[in-house]
């Protein structure tokens, strides 16, 4: 079996000028272009080509309209890397239904936990139907259970063994909802993000134009990112749809066990688009400091974006540094914003200019709200270097408001906004919290942090992650860096957090404890402390976790530090060690 070509011999491109995803795919089945499945091992377990995705899809609709499936019923469809997904995935599109894309299971155990989780979007999206691989049926018919409207669930066969009636499809159309999509971190409380088809086709127009990834004939997406994610699906299936591309998919837990594949994909299928946040570039970096294949070729890729987390700089020069003898061009490098509540893009930089940053003054920082420039940007103790993330998209506004609500001037630290044709008409049947991120006007509070710079966004982090000690506004991702710098625990590997106590407020550090023996877990809480004092000069508590626990992630696979903190303060972590 061969990958579908990146060609179309006889269609012409045709760029993201759509009004719906059924007029899309109807436009993309008339090529030769698809998506291709591989396994760990690099082997393809199979193609479709856009024809067939139609094809299977519209049997789908068939049988869910012949099963009495209403029109803007929801469909929770768990969205692993296969085939069936898009037979549902789209199959509703055409049936008039709305899928809902949820994670699958993360880690080892957790069958409670995702049990609840699925309850959860069950009950936020009031979805009639749970569809999902053949390993995952008993959870999803476990979850639904406690949900007499749900009268459809399992693995796909419980949708093959429906009748395929000859029934005229209701395809969804530029008035109507695409889907909806959980937005990261909403695990606990989900929230059901609305995503129209009009805001995903401004979103796609914006993505696939001169100011995002600018697609031209021959480009190729390869990606391993989750399909329940925004930066997955939209930025890996609908992106790609919409031009006419052919897609390489690697599955998220292949890209976890072998993540070179996906670099070997890229190199054997001249891929010229690939994204992922700054975790999976430090992954491929890792494993391939030692075993770099000698015919890997990565001189076709020339959109490497990054997005999804906050963008690490030194990760990104790790990883050009390590690939650069390969054909990899760190100019390829395209940072990023955006968020699930604007369909997925809000910036990009601009092609062709690598990774810029700001190195601005950490004192100044956290005193005044403001990004000074440092006086030695080599001074990391001082100096703290900001990834630029490019400019609003083309019809969107981007404004960084202070605690007044007042537009901040350039290098003033406050609130992201964000308004224009790809934000979300809110959380689906949640108007209370939809008026506390979206304006009657129209603006979106993102809840992130930043400051703006000639035209360029800065992101600084989340504004609920913030720790603020004496006065001083501390970000935890500088506290998990500076961890990982000294080499004391592994990316990934720490938590950063404050709770209140009698005396302030007070700055807790959970780590992986992956040493044994109560001799060397002491001094792990030791060198984190002096790694914390060191680099940002405050006091800390350490938390050692053990690995067995682990630390929680978003759906995205995000480090979720507010689930950390409320299983600190549950008591589920072993006791603190006092900083020395």
Not at 83 to 105: C, E, K, N, R, T
Not at 210 to 223: E, Y
Request: with cysteine; glycine share 10%.
């Amino acid at each position: 079996m061969n990958p579908l070509p990146t060609r179309n011999s006889q269609l012409a491109l045709r760029r993201a000028d759509y009004q719906s995803v059924p007029e899309m795919l109807d436009y993309a089945a008339h090529g030769e272009t698809g998506i291709t499945f591989y396994n760990v091992r690099g082997e393809i377990l199979s193609a479709l080509a856009w024809r067939e995705v139609r094809e299977r899809a519209q049997v789908t609709a068939r049988r869910l309209i012949g099963a009495g499936f209403a029109v803007g019923d929801r469909i929770l469809l768990t969205a692993d890397t296969w085939p069936g997904f898009f037979d549902v995935f789209f199959g509703a599109q055409y049936a008039g239904l709305l899928p809902v894309p949820v994670s699958i299971p993360v880690g080892i155990g957790g069958k409670e936990a995702y049990l609840d989780q699925l309850r959860r979007q069950l009950a936020a999206s009031g979805a009639v139907a749970a569809i999902g691989v053949d390993d995952l049926a008993g959870f999803l018919s476990d979850a639904a259970r406690e949900f007499p409207d749900v009268r459809l669930q399992g693995g796909l066969a419980a949708i093959d063994a429906l009748p395929e009636k000859p029934v005229d499809l209701r395809p969804l159309g530029p008035a109507d909802l695409c889907y909806i999509q959980f937005s990261s971190g909403s695990t606990r409380h989900p929230h059901g993000v609305q995503i129209t088809q009009s805001a995903l086709m401004a979103n796609l127009a914006g993505m696939t134009g001169p100011a995002g990834l600018d697609v031209v004939p021959g480009d190729r997406a390869v990606s391993w990112l989750p399909l329940y994610h925004d930066m997955g699906l939209i930025g890996f299936t609908m992106a790609p749809l919409s031009s006419q591309l052919s897609i390489d998919y690697l599955t998220p837990r292949d890209f976890a066990r072998r993540p070179t594949q996906w670099l070997n994909l890229i190199s054997r299928n001249r891929g010229t688009i690939a994204y992922s946040p700054s975790f999976g570039y430090d992954l491929a970096t890792r494993r391939a400091a030692n075993q770099l294949p000698t015919d890997l070729d990565l001189s076709s890729w020339r959109h490497a974006g990054i997005g999804g987390d906050m963008i690490r700089p030194d990760v990104l020069d790790r990883f050009a540094q390590t690939f650069e003898r390969v054909g990899f061009d760190r100019k390829a490098f395209i940072p990023s914003y955006g968020m699930a509540e604007v369909c997925l893009a809000i910036t990009f930089c601009p092609h062709g200019t690598g990774v810029r940053t700001d190195a601005i003054d950490r004192a100044v920082l956290a005193a005044e709200q403001r990004a000074v420039p440092a006086t030695d940007p080599t001074d990391e103790r001082r100096a703290r270097r900001f990834v630029l993330c490019g400019e609003v998209l083309p019809g969107h506004r981007l404004e960084v408001r202070g605690t007044d609500g007042k537009v901040l001037s350039d290098r003033d630290v406050g609130r992201i906004f964000v308004k224009g044709p790809s934000v979300m008409p809110g959380y689906f049947d949640e108007p209370e919290a939809t008026r506390e991120v979206l304006s009657d006007d129209g603006w979106l509070d993102t809840g992130d942090l930043g400051y703006t710079l000639a035209g360029d966004v800065v992101v600084t982090g989340r504004a609920k992650d913030l720790i603020i000690v004496n006065g001083r506004n501390v970000w935890p991702q500088d506290i998990e860096w500076a961890i990982e710098a000294r080499k004391v625990v592994k990316n990934g590997d720490s938590a950063a957090f404050s709770v209140d106590t009698v005396d302030g407020e007070r700055v807790v550090v959970a780590v992986l404890a992956r040493v044994s023996g109560e001799e060397a877990r002491q001094a792990l809480a030791r060198d984190v402390a002096g790694a914390v004092r060191e680099a940002i000069a405050v006091d800390c508590d350490v938390v050692l976790v053990p690995p067995t626990l682990g630390l929680p992630t978003t759906s995205s696979g995000k480090l979720s530090r507010a689930r950390t903190k409320a299983n600190y303060l549950a008591g589920l972590y072993a006791p603190k060690t006092e900083a020395a």
